[in-house]
C-alpha cells in the first residue's frame, strides 16, 4: 500500500470512530455497537444568499428547520469554487489537486476522472459494514471505469456529466453502469430514490449521498415539460428576470424534497442515529444570490 494509501485510510478511520464514539459504541458489553447513519445532501451551484436560512430571499424552511434543531455553520468553506472538483475532495477527503481534478470533468478540458484506486468515504464506510449510496449527480468522470459503483457506492441511480434537462433524461440516467431511465423532475427522482432507500434500510447502517441538480442550469421548474416549452430567445437566456422566478422553484422544489427526506428519517425511528448534513459545492450564478460574499462561482475572491 502506498504512504498516502495509509494516510487516507487513518483519515477515514477517525471519521467512522468519532462517528461511533457520538453514539456511544460498545459503551455496555453484550449490545450490538450502533453505527450511525450518513446523509450528506450536497446542492449544485447554490448561494450563500438564496435560503432564508442565510436571511435570503427563497424561504426554505425545511432547511430553516434542520438549522434550528441542529448545527448552523457560519464558516463553511467548499474546496473550489467549481463542480468536480469540490465532488473529489468530498469523496476522498483529499485536496483535489492530489488526485489531478483540478477543474471540472468536461471532453474539452481533457479532466480526468477520479481513479478507481483512490480511498473514497463510501469504500471506507462500505468497509465498515455500511449499504451505500449516491443519487444524484456524480461529475467525476463518464467513463464506466469512474463509475460510482467503481468507487464503493452499492447502488447508483443519477447522472454522470455536469448537467442534464430536468425532464428529459432517457440517455443521461443510469442504474449502476447501464442507462435505465426514471421518469419526472429529477429533483423529485432524486428525493424518492432517497426516500426509497431509507425505507429499504432502515434496519442497517447506511451512507446515502443526495446530489441533487438543482439550482444548476438549465432553469427549469416541473411545469417546463417538454409539451410546454417555448423557444427561448437567444437574447433572453441569461436574463435575470426570466431567470429569477425559475430559480426560485427549484429551490423550493429541493427543500421540500429535504424535507420529504427528513419526514422519512424520522418516520422509521432513525433520528437519534442519523448525521445529516447539507451544503453546496460552490457559490450561485445568474439569478442566485451569494451576498455577502463577493462575485460567483467559478471565482475564488472574496472581500
Known amino acids: 500500500m502506498r504512504s498516502v494509501d495509509v494516510m487516507e485510510c487513518l483519515r477515514w478511520a477517525v471519521l467512522v470512530v468519532w462517528m ?25 451551484d447554490l448561494g450563500y444568499g438564496d435560503t ?43 485536496y ?18 477520479l481513479d478507481a484506486g483512490e480511498l473514497t468515504i463510501s469504500k471506507a464506510l462500505k468497509g465498515a459494514g455500511y449499504r451505500t449510496a449516491l443519487f444524484g449527480k456524480w461529475h467525476l468522470g463518464t467513463k464506466a471505469k469512474h463509475n460510482p459503483v467503481k468507487h464503493g457506492f452499492d447502488e447508483f441511480r443519477g447522472y454522470l456529466s455536469g448537467y442534464i434537462d430536468y425532464h428529459n433524461h432517457k440517455r443521461s440516467w443510469l442504474n449502476g453502469l447501464k442507462v435505465e431511465d426514471q421518469e419526472g423532475y429529477s429533483t423529485h427522482v432524486i428525493t ?24 444548476h442550469l438549465p432553469f427549469q421548474t416541473p411545469a417546463d415539460t417538454l409539451e410546454n416549452r417555448k423557444p427561448i430567445p437567444k437574447g433572453e437566456r441569461w ?20 424535507g ?28 442566485g444570490s451569494n451576498k455577502p460574499l463577493t462575485t460567483c462561482l467559478i471565482t475564488s475572491w472574496v472581500c
Not at 460498545?26 to 446542492?43: D, L, R, T
Request: with cysteine; aromatic share 8%.
Open 239 to 258: 436574463s435575470r428576470k426570466r431567470i429569477r422566478p425559475k430559480y426560485k422553484i427549484m429551490l423550493e422544489e429541493m427543500d421540500k424534497g429535504i
Open 192 to 215: 424518492k430514490n432517497a426516500v426509497r432507500f431509507i425505507r429499504e434500510n432502515k434496519e442497517r447502517p447506511f451512507f446515502m449521498f443526495v446530489a441533487h441538480e438543482a439550482v
Open 20 to 44: 461511533m464514539g457520538v453514539w456511544g459504541v460498545g459503551e455496555a458489553k453484550g449490545e450490538e455497537a450502533v453505527k450511525p447513519n450518513v446523509i450528506v445532501i450536497m446542492a449544485d
Open 96 to 113: 483535489q489537486q492530489r488526485v489531478g481534478i483540478v477543474d471540472v470533468v468536461a471532453r474539452h478540458l481533457d479532466t480526468p476522472g
Open 52 to 94: 432564508s436560512v442565510y436571511g435570503g430571499w427563497v424561504k426554505t424552511p425545511h432547511l430553516d428547520r434542520m438549522a434550528k434543531e441542529g448545527l448552523k455553520f457560519l464558516d463553511f468553506h467548499s474546496n473550489s469554487s467549481v463542480c468536480s472538483p469540490t465532488r473529489a475532495a468530498f469523496m476522498t477527503g483529499r
Open 260 to 287: 420529504e427526506i427528513m419526514d422519512a428519517v424520522k418516520k422509521h425511528g432513525m433520528l437519534d442515529r442519523t448525521f445529516v448534513m447539507f451544503l453546496s459545492d460552490n457559490g450561485a450564478i445568474g439569478a
